[in-house]
C-alpha cells in the first residue's frame, strides 16, 4: 500500500522560508512520480511541483517556478520542496502525491495524474 506522510508546514511572515517534506517507502520512491499540490479554501487544487523516480527530472507549476525547488532523499526516502520568498497568496493546504511518471517526465504536474495522496500540511503566509 502506498501512503506519503506530509510534515513542515506553519506560519510563516512573508518574504520567509519553509521546507515540506514528503515520507514515502522506498518502493514508492522508485516507482512513482511524486508531485507536490496545494489547495487554498474556495479554489481548486494547483500543481506546484513533481519529480521522476527513474532520472529524477522535476517541473514545476508556474506559481512556483523561481522560488520553490524539488528535491528528494533517497537514503531518506523522503521528498521535499523548499519553498522561498512565500507570499500570502502561498498560504494553502500543501498535498504530496504519487502517480504514473509518465507526466511528470513530459513537464507537467496534473492532479489528475495521481493516484495516492496524503493528509496534507497547512501553510499561511502571513504577517
Known amino acids: 500500500q502506498v501512503q506519503l506522510e506530509e510534515s513542515g508546514g506553519g506560519l510563516v511572515q512573508p518574504g520567509g522560508s519553509l521546507r515540506l517534506a514528503c515520507a514515502v517507502s522506498?518502493?514508492?520512491?522508485?516507482?512513482?512520480?511524486i508531485g507536490w499540490f496545494r489547495q487554498a479554501p474556495g479554489k481548486e487544487r494547483e500543481g506546484i511541483s513533481c519529480i521522476s523516480p527513474s532520472n529524477g527530472k522535476s517541473a514545476y507549476g508556474e506559481s512556483a517556478k523561481g522560488r520553490f525547488t524539488i528535491s528528494r532523499d533517497d537514503v531518506k526516502n523522503t521528498v521535499f520542496l523548499q519553498m522561498n520568498s512565500l507570499k500570502p497568496e502561498d498560504t494553502a493546504v500543501y498535498y504530496c502525491?504519487?502517480?504514473?511518471?509518465?507526466?511528470?517526465?513530459?513537464?507537467?504536474?496534473?492532479?489528475?495524474?495521481?493516484?495516492?495522496w496524503g493528509k496534507g500540511t497547512l501553510v499561511t503566509v502571513s504577517s
Open positions: 502525491a504519487a502517480g504514473n511518471p509518465l507526466g511528470c517526465l513530459l513537464g507537467s504536474v496534473d492532479h489528475h495524474g495521481m493516484d495516492y
Open positions: 522506498r518502493f514508492t520512491l522508485e516507482n512513482y512520480a
